[in-house]
T-cell receptor, first 115, second 113 residues
Framework: AQTVTQSQPEMSVQEAETVTLSCTYDTSESDYYLFWYKQPPSRQMILVIRQEAYKQQNATENRFSVNFQKAAKSFSLKISDSQLGDAAMYFCAYRSPPGTYKYIFGTGTRLKVLA | NAGVMQNPRHLVRRRGQEARLRCSPMKGHSHVYWYRQLPEEGLKFMVYLQKENIIDESGMPKERFSAEFPKEGPSILRIQQVVRGDSAAYFC???????????FGNGTRLTVT
């Protein structure tokens, strides 16, 4: 069965600095999708970034980028120039190959941004 | 608002009562998913529905829980005879197809007293 592990329950970063959130996963599939979702106190789940396993190039979205290491089954999220609004729970999620639909979420990392 | 709409935002029920959670998917989306988030945990899949059909309910408890997505109106997640362990945030998501990204609602926080 697929699993997603986020080993950092909580992280802190100084405003304007860079922080990396780690995520590892386990799967026997070769084709899948990985996601990072942000959940602020409002509870809304916001898609931050998405990576297709068949793509070697790491996804980037403005200040957010990933380091996808397929062989190591690692999918870390880097937030550059951290802002106060980045403070939230961040969830890593895995979705198995096309034609399936279940997302498997990690337990989350709470990110605090210090002014 | 063109996003996924869930209501109520907060729901308090006493043990033994029924809870009904509603979800209107994004415009144009006909695939609805329900996830449950227990305190300090990630979201866990419960059920996947298309209009008038339950496609996969493998994540839903066998008793007391049911879901529907009628031809007209929102999807409903129904929990009968609630117990304290049902207290959680229940999220609905929708997509244009099973391969398309999920768009989540803001969730309903159910508290059972």
């Amino acid at each position: 069965a697929q699993t997603v592990t986020q080993s950092q329950p909580e992280m802190s970063v100084q405003e304007a600095e860079t922080v990396t959130l780690s995520c590892t996963y386990d799967t026997s599939e070769s084709d899948y999708y990985l996601f990072w979702y942000k959940q602020p106190p409002s509870r809304q789940m916001i898609l931050v970034i998405r990576q297709e396993a068949y793509k070697q190039q790491n996804a980037t979205e403005n200040r957010f980028s990933v380091n996808f290491q397929k062989a190591a089954k690692s999918f870390s999220l880097k937030i550059s120039d951290s802002q106060l609004g980045d403070a939230a729970m961040y969830f890593c999620a895995y979705r198995s190959p096309p034609g399936t639909y279940k997302y498997i979420f990690g337990t989350g990392t709470r990110l605090k941004v210090l002014a | 608002n063109a996003g996924v709409m869930q209501n109520p935002r907060h729901l308090v029920r006493r043990r033994g009562q029924e809870a009904r959670l509603r979800c209107s998917p994004m415009k144009g989306h006909s695939h609805v998913y329900w996830y449950r988030q227990l305190p300090e945990e990630g979201l866990k899949f419960m059920v996947y529905l298309q209009k008038e059909n339950i496609i996969d309910e493998s994540g839903m408890p066998k008793e007391r829980f049911s879901a529907e997505f009628p031809k007209e109106g929102p999807s409903i997640l129904r929990i009968q005879q609630v117990v304290r362990g049902d207290s959680a945030a229940y999220f609905c998501a929708s997509s244009a197809g099973p391969d398309s990204p999920l768009h989540f609602g803001n969730g309903t926080r159910l508290t059972v007293t």
